[in-house]
Structure formats: structure tokens, C-alpha cells
């Protein structure tokens, strides 16, 4: 950057980035916070996806990460069919285990 233009920068007034509808919190916000817990069951029900301990529920069936190298034109055909390409291929995998009777 020129001196010119760092000069011009420098020469800015700073920014007011401070939000009165929504202002920054203290200590003492954070010590008076209250977790999901303290809602009520309509408040739950309203927002479904808020829970105790965070995070998806835990399933009966839990997966697993794993890096899986495909072919570009395995990828390319199952990512053309749009989103949920990923769950697609395990149902592919799925099927051939119960083709082959080796579960």
C-alpha cells in the first residue's frame, strides 16, 4: 500500500461499531445467563433443535468420519443428483452388503 494511501487510512476517523439495540455483554450477563434448561416446554417446543448438552441427539446407529477416496465420476454422478448425495452413497454401500448376505 502507498504512503499516500495509508496516510489518507490514518487520517479516517475510527469507526463507531457499538450497537444500543444490541449491546455487548458483561460479566455479570454471563453470570445471570441461563442455559436451556430454564425454558419452558412451549419455548422447547418452539425451538426444537435446542437441547441440554448441545449438539445433535445422539443415534442408536452413530456414524463415523472417514476419509474415502472416490473417483471424480463416482462423485460427479452422485453430487449431480443434488443434496443429500452423501446418505445416497452409504444407501449404495448398504444395498451390497445386504446383496452379498454378509452382515
Request: glycine letters at 6%; charged letters at 35%.
Amino acid at each position: 500500500m502507498s504512503d499516500d494511501i495509508e496516510r489518507k487510512l490514518g487520517a479516517q476517523p475510527e469507526a463507531d461499531l457499538t450497537d444500543p439495540d444490541n449491546p455487548e455483554w458483561t460479566e455479570e450477563d454471563f453470570a445471570r445467563a441461563e442455559g436451556p434448561e430454564a425454558l419452558s416446554a412451549a419455548e422447547l417446543a418452539a425451538f426444537p433443535r435446542t437441547r441440554n448438552k448441545g449438539g445433535r441427539p445422539r443415534s442408536a446407529n452413530p456414524k463415523r468420519q472417514v476419509t474415502l477416496r472416490l473417483s471424480q465420476s463416482v462423485l460427479n454422478h452422485f453430487k449431480a443428483t443434488g443434496a443429500g448425495w452423501q446418505a445416497r452413497i452409504e444407501d449404495v454401500l448398504k444395498a451390497e452388503i445386504e446383496r452379498s448376505g454378509k452382515h
